[in-house]
């Protein structure tokens, strides 16, 4: 199994949902490109901004889809960009609202 195909299992080992999430992590990838930044660009503006300190290996693998920021983080990100956080990263259809939500559409 490659990194990117790496998706994670539970302890009974069930698969969690990857595929989407690297889905997800590809739009936080793009929204950084179309602003002309690179990983240790963010990194600098969220200490800036908000004084989280992350390492760029770190930002890296938040984006690779390796690990998963906390709330502070993952608010910070989404502000900085200014995109949903939901948009990059929740998978919409694991809560119950969000089901109600995309079938009344």
């Known amino acids: 199994m490659?990194?990117?195909q790496?998706?994670?299992?539970?302890?009974n080992n069930?698969?969690?949902g990857?595929?989407?999430?690297?889905?997800?992590?590809?739009?936080?990838i793009?929204?950084?490109?179309?602003?002309?930044?690179?990983?240790?660009?963010?990194v600098n503006q969220l200490e800036t901004k908000f004084d989280i300190k992350i390492s760029?290996?770190?930002?890296?693998?938040?984006?690779?889809?390796v690990r998963t920021p906390n709330l502070k983080i993952a608010l910070?990100?989404?502000?900085l960009f200014l995109v949903d956080p939901q948009d990059i990263f929740l998978e919409c259809n694991t809560t119950k609202s969000c089901v109600i939500k995309s079938t009344s559409a």
Do not use: C
């Open 2 to 4: 490659t990194k990117q």
């Open 6 to 11: 790496h998706v994670g299992y539970t302890k």
């Open 14 to 16: 069930k698969r969690l």
């Open 18 to 28: 990857g595929e989407k999430q690297l889905l997800k992590r590809d739009k936080l």
């Open 30 to 42: 793009s929204v950084r490109k179309e602003n002309d930044w690179l990983q240790k660009d963010v």
């Open 56 to 65: 760029e290996s770190y930002y890296g693998m938040i984006e690779q889809g």
């Open 76 to 79: 910070a990100i989404s502000e």
